[in-house]
């Protein structure tokens, strides 16, 4: 999955004043940065197959320190460890939320991924296998990102004249991404992949602070 893990860092946002938009769109993609980063140094493995799936190219064979359901839940405690202890004030909750962000890109991917998604490292491989269908893929993650950021502009207001487009315009952005993805050309190798996967990851926690300059929480704060 791609935009869809946005959809609960929307949500996370919106429900949690303390945790900024931008802070759950690294949480939510944490495991695929490090994932990215794992496959450029060889600790995980990936090929690149035009037609792997219908809607994408990779065979992603190798990628249990990151992608098992074990790993995950290793990487969101540690996570909202992290958080807590950077930003303190924020408090419990908000690093609770952050840790959920965090684990919430496992059982998204389960819906998406082949049989490439470990339980432990070295046990059984799951994956439901919906980007066997890639406009169904497509509606799926579109669907998911657009309910997490209908939420975020229901609890959250303008801040500054553009929070009124922003949200719209980055939500527009978001789909292209998802679309070129879906459509586009596959990159020639796994270390091409890498590479333009920590782009748009980058790019959208970009976007994403944006957002939290041009708008704020109707929330009170607990």
Same mark, same amino acid.
């Given at each position: 999955m791609f935009i869809g893990h946005y959809g609960p860092a929307f949500a996370g946002a919106a429900l949690e004043p303390k945790v900024k938009l931008w802070h759950m769109f690294a949480a939510v993609q944490l495991v695929d940065i490090?994932?990215?980063?794992?496959?450029?140094?060889?600790i995980e493995q990936m090929r690149v197959i035009p037609g792997y799936t219908a809607a994408n190219p990779f065979d992603l064979y190798h990628m249990p320190y990151?992608?098992?359901l074990v790993m995950s839940f290793v990487w969101a405690g540690f996570g909202a460890g992290a958080y807590y202890l950077v930003r303190r004030g924020a408090g419990r909750m908000a690093a609770i939320v952050v840790g959920a962000g965090i684990l919430s890109h496992w059982f998204a991917d389960l819906i998406v991924?082949?049989?490439?998604?470990?339980?432990? &490292?070295?046990g059984p491989k799951v994956g439901f296998g919906l980007w066997h269908y890639r406009e169904l893929s497509l509606l799926v993650? &579109?669907?998911v990102l657009v309910a997490g950021a209908y939420l975020y502009q229901? !609890?959250?207001?303008?801040s500054h004249p553009l929070g009124e487009y922003s949200p719209g315009l980055f939500l527009g952005f978001m789909i292209a991404l998802q679309a070129f993805s879906t459509f586009g050309a596959p990159p020639p190798t796994p270390n091409a992949a890498a590479i333009t996967a920590l782009f748009a990851y980058f790019a959208l926690i970009g976007g994403a602070a944006l957002l939290? !300059?041009?708008?704020?929480?109707?929330?009170?704060?607990?």
């Amino acid at each position: 999955m791609f935009i869809g893990h946005y959809g609960p860092a929307f949500a996370g946002a919106a429900l949690e004043p303390k945790v900024k938009l931008w802070h759950m769109f690294a949480a939510v993609q944490l495991v695929d940065i490090f994932w990215a980063i794992f496959i450029l140094t060889g600790i995980e493995q990936m090929r690149v197959i035009p037609g792997y799936t219908a809607a994408n190219p990779f065979d992603l064979y190798h990628m249990p320190y990151t992608h098992s359901l074990v790993m995950s839940f290793v990487w969101a405690g540690f996570g909202a460890g992290a958080y807590y202890l950077v930003r303190r004030g924020a408090g419990r909750m908000a690093a609770i939320v952050v840790g959920a962000g965090i684990l919430s890109h496992w059982f998204a991917d389960l819906i998406v991924h082949t049989h490439d998604l470990e339980l432990w &490292i070295g046990g059984p491989k799951v994956g439901f296998g919906l980007w066997h269908y890639r406009e169904l893929s497509l509606l799926v993650e &579109i669907g998911v990102l657009v309910a997490g950021a209908y939420l975020y502009q229901q !609890y959250t207001e303008p801040s500054h004249p553009l929070g009124e487009y922003s949200p719209g315009l980055f939500l527009g952005f978001m789909i292209a991404l998802q679309a070129f993805s879906t459509f586009g050309a596959p990159p020639p190798t796994p270390n091409a992949a890498a590479i333009t996967a920590l782009f748009a990851y980058f790019a959208l926690i970009g976007g994403a602070a944006l957002l939290d !300059y041009t708008r704020k929480s109707k929330v009170p704060s607990p």
